[in-house]
């Protein structure tokens, strides 16, 4: 990643993962920080608030919130490493104490014994360096790192010591070392979400939920936590599979680097929408539901004939990892979107467009047009978002991204609806539910889209049609998942309908049965 300009930001132990085949890979780029003018200096101004990172492991520029570069990645390395080989944290052993500590340089020494001093002088002073309060001080590169902590290392040294190094190795853009023993490596796909969706995020968000002092905290609460539970169940059951598959060889190993990369994607939604549901406020909270509801179903992964139409990530490496960032801020600022963080949301999109376009690559243009068409309609800005939905269409039909693609349709017939253009709207809606047939069977799409013609029908006066066409996408939702949000606003749909075509009675029940889901 340092040699393609990009800062992780958040390098710690629970983001290096073994892939099923042994390699050892660093994960989790979701704040990461891409150069700009091709310098190693990134981040946010000195003086301004730091774009995040774990406390535990983060270099004193990151607690100052200064300028970061590639050697921040190094200090959080050589912390994380320490920390393994002593058994303690440099730092200290009280949480609360370690900013102090770290912008104060001071570090505790290794505990007698430690596997730390037992490889000698020369890797501790390496690691030494790589903490150091000045990053000028510290080694020039994570390679040169690398370098060091390889002249210094003895025989008896070496498994234990480049077993932890081989993560910093993949880091810096060198080969993977392997590991000497392991676990069963499915036993390890199977539990890449255990620190993502674990005790302390959800100890967090049930937290904030219950901090927000709304009478349905608690309620949002559970329903949350259990559909982040369905949400991580199922994507471990299915990263579990792949690496069974890639064991087996049971597929062609191109159809299974489709089905990882989409994993991943999905993991980097799920963990964006976190950093949201961690620190929710009462504007938060009630919007959760929809927000954790609103994550794509784990079931498209395996959709590998769909996967093998959209243009692959890129080859070149700097190029690779500009996407890679990029990709990550636009999950962060679909999250803030979803929970209605309008602001933030908006500031990193005018952030991350440019630098979109400057990689000229599809599948992200289409994606961060999407989100920006959504957080125009979130605002009421329906001719903004017409017109970015039109755009986010143009780039995923050159991508080959058909959802992305029907859901642009989809917000454009909206945009057109809002903005009275009624004819015109019913050619996009017709257009989003022929975009459907091109897709595996997606019951949620299928119900959203019949739920937009039908508020189209409403519009142009045809009050039995609308009727029809909304029962039509209750049933479909029913079958699906009668507690969702799509549901509930089904249910308001068909009962607006009902009463504006005469049926008021019929209407009660489905406000009824609406007002039981929310």
Not at 230 to 248: I, Q
Not at 454 to 483: N, S, Y
């Amino acid at each position: 990643a340092h040699d393609a300009d990009i800062v992780h930001c958040d390098f710690k132990p629970e983001n290096v993962l073994v892939a099923s085949d042994g390699r050892v890979k660093v994960t989790d780029f979701g704040i990461a920080q891409a150069a700009r003018g091709g310098e190693m200096g990134y981040g946010a101004p000195a003086g301004a608030v730091s774009t995040g990172g774990t406390p535990r492991y983060m270099a004193p520029e990151q607690h100052r919130g200064e300028r970061l570069d590639a050697r921040t990645d190094q200090f959080a390395f050589c912390v994380a490493l320490t920390e393994a080989l002593a058994g303690e944290h440099p730092f200290g052993g009280d949480p609360a104490g370690y900013r102090a500590a770290v912008l104060a340089g001071r570090r505790s020494p290794p505990p007698r014994g430690s596997g730390l001093l037992t490889l000698g002088s020369k890797v501790k002073e390496a690691l030494d360096r790589g903490m150091r309060l000045d990053p000028a001080e510290r080694h020039p590169s994570m390679q040169a790192l690398l370098q060091a902590l390889a002249a210094g290392r003895g025989a008896r040294g070496r498994r234990v010591l480049w077993g932890v190094a081989a993560a910093g190795a993949v880091a810096a853009g060198a080969a993977g070392v392997a590991i000497a023993s392991r676990p069963h490596p499915c036993a390890a796909a199977g539990a890449l979400l255990a620190n993502v969706w674990g005790p302390a995020a959800q100890a967090d968000v049930r937290g904030a939920f219950l901090g927000s002092a709304l009478p349905y905290a608690t309620a949002t609460w559970e329903t949350v936590r259990r559909d982040l539970d369905a949400f991580t169940a199922a994507w471990h059951g299915a990263s579990r599979s792949l690496c069974e598959a890639r064991r087996e060889k049971s597929s062609a190993e191109g159809n299974l680097a489709l089905r990882e990369v989409c994993l991943d994607q999905q993991r980097q939604q799920l963990e964006a929408l976190l950093l949201q549901l961690r620190v929710a406020d009462r504007v938060t909270v009630e919007r959760a539901v929809a927000a954790v509801q609103g994550l794509p179903s784990v079931a498209v992964c395996n959709e590998v004939s769909t996967l093998a139409l959209e243009r692959p990530p890129p080859s070149e490496p700097t190029l690779l990892a500009s996407v890679t960032a990029l990709s990550a801020a636009t999950a962060r600022a679909r999250a803030a979107v979803r929970a209605g963080r309008f602001t933030a949301a908006r500031t990193e999109l005018d952030a991350i467009l440019p630098e979109a376009k400057r990689t000229a690559y599809d599948p992200l243009l289409a994606d961060v047009y999407s989100v920006l068409a959504e957080l125009y309609a979130e605002q009421y800005l329906y001719g903004e978002s017409l017109e970015a939905a039109v755009a986010s269409v143009e780039h995923a039909e050159a991508a080959g991204s058909g959802r992305i693609k029907h859901m642009g349709l989809m917000r454009a017939g909206v945009g057109l609806m809002e903005t009275s253009q009624l004819e015109a709207a019913e050619l996009w809606f017709r257009l989003a539910q022929g975009a459907l047939r091109y897709l595996p069977p997606d019951p949620r799409a299928e119900s959203m889209t019949l739920q937009q013609l039908a508020w189209l029908r409403h519009r142009q006066g045809r009050a039995d049609e609308a009727v029809r066409t909304m029962k039509r996408a209750v049933e479909i939702e029913q079958a699906r998942d009668p507690r969702s949000t799509t549901m509930a606003r089904n249910y308001d749909g068909l009962a607006t309908f009902l009463t504006y075509a005469g049926h008021p009675e019929q209407a009660v029940e489905y406000f009824a049965q609406e007002e039981a889901i929310i």
